[in-house]
Antibody
Framework: QVQLKESGPGLVQPSRTLSLTCTVSGFSLTSYGVSWVRQPPGKGLEWIAAIWSGGSTDYNSALKSRLSISRDTSKSQVLLKMNSLQTEDTAMYFC???????????WGQGVMVTVSS | EIVLTQSPTTTAASPGEKVTITCLASSSVSNMYWYQQKSGASPKLLIYSTSSLASGVPDRFSGSGSGTSYSLTINTMEAEDAATYYCQQWSSNPDTFGAGTKLELK
């Protein structure tokens, strides 16, 4: 069955770089795109970045200068790096599979990231 | 960036009651998607391509709309429907979500 699982550090210091990994199973990264979506505590959802089945990438323009998304198809992993972290980056970070017609049909459980010294 | 405005922000319904949530887009979009998120859980796809029910979603849920106005309807409220609901568009990059509608059980 389709599964996505996020992993990463729970706590990151301000100005440091965050590295998150999404490990997928039940589908191929060369057949489906994967996006990262975040949710600050008590707030709504914000799309961050996407990597498509062909390997091309898209970023939220508000965060683009700080983001890098990549994948390792041999490990079925999607990697997200975000630099210059600030307290407002504190959020639950989800990875989600994107169906060919645009919606997110499967989501990971999320990983909570707190930015604090 | 297309802004999605959901209304109401919060609402409450009694079991059996009909609920309608509206999502207005700042520019025309070709499709709308709807998600349900319960407390402490990840979002779950409810409706795709404006009106298609995702797998396993009860048929008391329905979606409609076009252009800049879309809606999600729960025909008869059940206790398990208490959650926050989000609309999402992908017609224009970047993807954007509505701010959410919290639905409570009365």
């Amino acid at each position: 069955q389709v599964q996505l699982k996020e992993s990463g550090p729970g706590l990151v210091q301000p100005s440091r770089t965050l590295s998150l990994t999404c490990t997928v199973s039940g589908f191929s990264l060369t057949s489906y795109g994967v996006s990262w979506v975040r949710q600050p505590p008590g707030k709504g959802l914000e799309w961050i970045a996407a990597i498509w089945s062909g390997g091309s990438t898209d970023y939220n323009s508000a965060l683009k200068s700080r983001l890098s998304i990549s994948r390792d198809t041999s490990k079925s992993q999607v990697l997200l790096k975000m630099n210059s972290l600030q307290t407002e980056d504190t959020a639950m970070y989800f990875c989600a599979r994107r169906a060919t017609t645009g919606y997110f049909d499967y989501w990971g459980q999320g990983v909570m990231v707190t930015v604090s010294s | 960036e297309i802004v999605l405005t959901q209304s109401p922000t919060t609402t409450a319904a009694s079991p059996g009651e009909k609920v309608t949530i509206t999502c207005l887009a700042s520019s025309s979009v070709s499709n709308m998607y709807w998600y349900q998120q319960k407390s402490g859980a990840s979002p779950k796809l409810l409706i795709y391509s404006t009106s298609s029910l995702a797998s396993g979603v009860p048929d008391r849920f329905s979606g409609s709309g076009s252009g800049t106005s879309y809606s999600l309807t729960i025909n008869t409220m059940e206790a398990e429907d208490a959650a926050t609901y989000y609309c999402q568009q992908w017609s224009s990059n970047p993807d954007t979500f509505g701010a959410g509608t919290k639905l409570e059980l009365k």
